[in-house]
């Protein structure tokens, strides 16, 4: 089956070109090509899940606002289905990496990820969750999460405004759009070998 | 320049006594000091909260291999948790410290970073999970004067500890406490800080003055203009200058503006904690019309980078004055409504009222001040204690309660709006004209010394000392950070109260965690 | 107005028309049990739905408006993603029990809405005790609560399960003292006879005073009951993550999160059923014309517009106020509804003995 152009419906597809990453993604899935009834569910589930991204409660700090922002009346994530934001990692599918990590504070995002039930996805959000940002330099400051977990969408700023991460937000919902469930090629980390 | 005391420190616990029986009862500021040749130590800000006179005093140990000094922990409770970051950041072990741990670092950590010869590469990252450690080691002075090391248990093992944070939603961000439980009640509480330490102190040390300031932003973003105004005050007064009356009426009313922020914000979090979460909402539609006005002049939301060393960033845009008018007029009558949505509600009230009280003294032992300090009954505005800017010209009352449990908390920071709004229509119409950047010399030196200034941030005294040796970069640069007291009052104020009276009483005091670890 | 009888038994009919007796209650039974599990379902996502949409409008924002017309298949949406996510199993919990609590909330659940009379002759667990029946399958649900805490090898849990259960078991009490009230007043305790009564009259009315406050108490205590805010202390987010259901993940976690909607919704459904009528149009004695017009208005649309306004009632509870502390959780029951519930107990029964009501 044909993988369609991912449509999101409140940004117009042209809105979204400068994607070079996901114009391959798409380009390269397919070339393989999937059977039909295996296609449908897959889309079934992918609507599913791309509209339904509950957000973990986590920040760190300062874009730990702006994501609460998000939240709130005047952005409203509701409307896209980000809505039930859940402290409990177990229930949650993306988690947004608002802040700064630390060294200290590394291991225990990892757990939360760890924690978290699949499918999850990561979403850096500001400078200093992509690459420690100004505090680079720092002894302390882990030097961007991608050093510890898979990120989907790079979201960047100081803190990035409430319109970025609504944007950014729906970039991931593209990706999900993506992903194949029965289809098989999923672009997932392989699991490390088992020693 | 400051008049620095330097007291020896064999003697440095009975003229600490002293002082404190003069009437010394506040400890501005405890800082960790890494003087190169002429050893490690700690500079002491004290003030006489009865008169507002200051005494600056700095003790010094020369032996860097095992840095010893003795305690202030029992004369001022504030100095325990700095005590315990200078102790980390240094290595000076505090003799008759009860509780000798690291405060930000990992307890694996190798050095001490705020040292001069510090080695970065022995502290890679790791990724093993920190073991909880139930035990405290501290060192006693024995009765011939020697010294020796114990170790002491802080939770015992039969004891149904549970673990709030730093991944929890009610912290604030990533602060965690260790709470030991009877039943739902709280019987200790144990703060871990450090989850967001970013060592800006230690960065602040190899960047240049105006590279400083893009960091304070961050420290308390929610009170990104004041941390920026102490910043640029103190490097302002070390050089000399004096910045014309226009740029003290704008950073005069973006603070005020800032601290409506803060407290609408407040609101809106310690809603959400205890449950209401419409009126989280409602704080969060009027914030977005500050943000508005922030972001037409300085081009930021959240962090705005707006003061500069002699001056501000941008000049205020030219619809600032009638904006800020209009939103003035917009928020009155809104106030009220927070009132009836929340502060009548009957279980609001019943959650509040008399929750982890915090008494006068304890309060200026703790150091404190802001909200939390005037809700206990101290007068620690440091707008009127020692007023800069605008504020020794403008009449504006000192909220003061003396309650000081958590409902007092809550309204003197409703209170505080007004008086914000008061202040800022005193000066809202009478901006001078002039330029916006007084001009600086390309390259800013500060002249040799040390310096501190301090600001009424949004919730509490935030205050910059800084050690110069002539050069483009600070030697020194320690920011009071307003959260650190707070959380260390936490146990004072949590223990005997039950869990869900920690949210409150967490959402009352208001710290804000990057400012507490910084 | 249409009695819903009339299709059940032409069913019946029909089936033994060409089977054994016996086989056909079974297939009618498998027929009934699909019916509720689906109207089930139907409500879950209305509620859901409806849950957004007006804690949105209290909050000034907008709620889902995205996925289908005014985010109308927005829960559908969660649903897909919901059954197909990982079910993460637990290292160190209590395998069995922990498995089994999910279930054990939601067969609870189910077994109280089926007691609910949705239309004239739409009863599917109608017997003479069958408020009592309700009250002992909706008690159950506390017991899923528990052992979901118990065995999730969670402190947060634990705290969330035994401040439920303190909690539940308590608020039973109230939500027993108000409905026996209305029992008093009807003398019967079957839900179609407790509805039957009500057409000349709902017991708000004819209750008057007793009614009045049975009916207040009822809605304190049954929100308390489904562990909706100000009484959500099991699950409370800012204090104990999600209280019982921290470690459940997919649909374990979904089957806890629908549970407490319906709950909801049967609790007033409930509330509709004793105090105002239930599917029995508004009837006012002695206006025959008006009675008649409301007559043509189906039962089912007057039942399930007298439950969603008490479920939106509710919502603006939970939705407008702080959340309590147990202690004061406890205190409210124990030192006011308690009490409160019995002195109106004992004013019921003096009204009915000297037959002061309408």
Known sequence: MEIKKPVIKSIPYEDFKDNEYLENMVKQLNEGGTKVLIGCLDDLINWGRSNSLWPLTFATSCCGIEFMAVGAARYDFARFGFEVARASPRQADMIMVAGTITHKMAPVLKRLYDQMADPKYVIAVGGCAISGGPFKKSYHVLNGVDKILPVDVYIPGCPPRPEALLYGMMQLQRKVKLEKFFGGVNRKEEEPQKE | MDDIIKIEPNELRTEMQKLRAEGYDFMRSLTGMDWGEEGLGVVYHLEK?????????????????????????????????????????????????????????????????????????????????????????????????????????????????????????????VLRFRVSLEGEIIKKLDVHCGYIHRGIEKMCESLTYPQTLALTDRLDYLGAHQNRHALCMCIEKAMGVEVSERIQYIRTIM?????????????SCLCMDLGALTAFFYGFRDREKI?????????????????????????????????????????????????????????AQERMKGVGVLSREDAISFGATGGTGRASGWACDTRKRHPYSMYGKVDFKEIVHTEGDSFARYMVRMEE???????????????????????????????????????????????????????????????????????????????????????AIGGTVDYVVPDIDR | MFDFSIVTQWIHSMLTSFMPEGLAVFIECVAIGVCIMLAYAVIAIIMIFMERKVCAAFQCRLGPMRVGPWGTIQVFADVFKMLIKEIITIRHADNFLYNLAPYIVILASILSFSCLPFSKGMEVLDFNVGIFFLMAASSIGVVGILLAGWSSNNKYSLIGAMRSGAQMISYELSVGLSILTIVVLTDTMQFSEIVERQADGWFLFKGHIPAMIAFIIYLIAGNAEVNRGPFDLPEAESELTAGYHTEYSGMHFGLFYVAEFVNLFIIAGVAATIFLGGWMPLHIPGLDGFNTVMDYIPGFVWFFAKSFFIVWLLMW??????????????????????????????????????????
């Not at chain 2, 508005?292 to 060393?309: H, M, P, S, W």
């Not at chain 2, 002249?447 to 600070?474: I, T």
């Not at chain 3, 147990?326 to 009915?352: A, F, H, S």
């Open chain 3, 317 to 358: 509870i939970k939705w407008t106020f702080p959340r309590l502390r147990i202690d004061q959780i406890l205190t409210l029951e124990w030192k006011y509804l308690v009490p409160i519930g019995l002195c109106n107990l004992l004013l019921m029964v003096i009204i009915v003995v000297f037959k002061l009501h309408f």
């Open chain 2, 49 to 173: 909260t009865a008169t507002g006179e200051n005494k600056v005093i700095k003790a010094v140990t020369a032996n860097r291999e095992k840095a010893e000094l003795p305690t202030v922990c029992d004369i001022w409770k504030g100095a325990e948790f700095n005590e315990r970051e200078v102790y980390d950041y240094f290595g000076i072990r505090f003799v008759g410290h009860p509780d000798m741990r690291r405060l930000f670092l990992r307890e694996d950590w190798i050095g001490h970073p705020l040292r001069k010869d510090y080695d970065e590469s022995l502290n890679p990252l790791r990724m093993t999970n920190e073991e909880p450690v139930d035990t405290t080691q501290y060192m006693e002075v024995q009765h011939d004067g020697s010294v020796i090391e114990k170790r002491e248990t802080i939770f015992d093992e039969d004891e149904y500890i549970i673990n709030i944070g730093p991944q929890h939603p009610a912290t604030h961000g």
């Open chain 2, 291 to 347: 943000l508005d006005i922030f972001e037409a002049t300085t081009g930021g939301r959240l962090i705005q980078n707006y003061n500069t060393i002699g001056g501000v960033q941008a000049d205020i845009a030219p619809d600032f004055v009638q904006k800020v008018k209009d939103f003035i007029a917009y928020l009155r009558p809104t106030l009220k409504e927070y009132h009836e949505v929340f502060t009548g509600n009957i279980i």
């Open chain 2, 417 to 503: 709006i007004m008086e914000s709004m008061n202040i800022i229509e005193q000066l809202i119409d009478n901006i001078p004209e002039g330029a916006f950047q007084q001009k600086m010399k390309p390259i800013i030196r500060v002249p040799e010394g040390s310096y501190y200034a301090a600001v009424e941030g949004s919730r509490g005294e935030f205050g910059v000392f800084l050690e110069s040796r002539g050069d483009k970069y600070p030697y020194r640069l320690k920011f009071r950070a307003t959260g650190l007291p707070l959380v260390s009052a936490m146990e004072t104020m949590c223990r005997g109260a039950k869990i869900a009276d920690l949210i």
């Open chain 2, 255 to 267: 603070d005020e503006l800032q601290r409506i922020d803060s407290h609408l914000l407040f609101f």
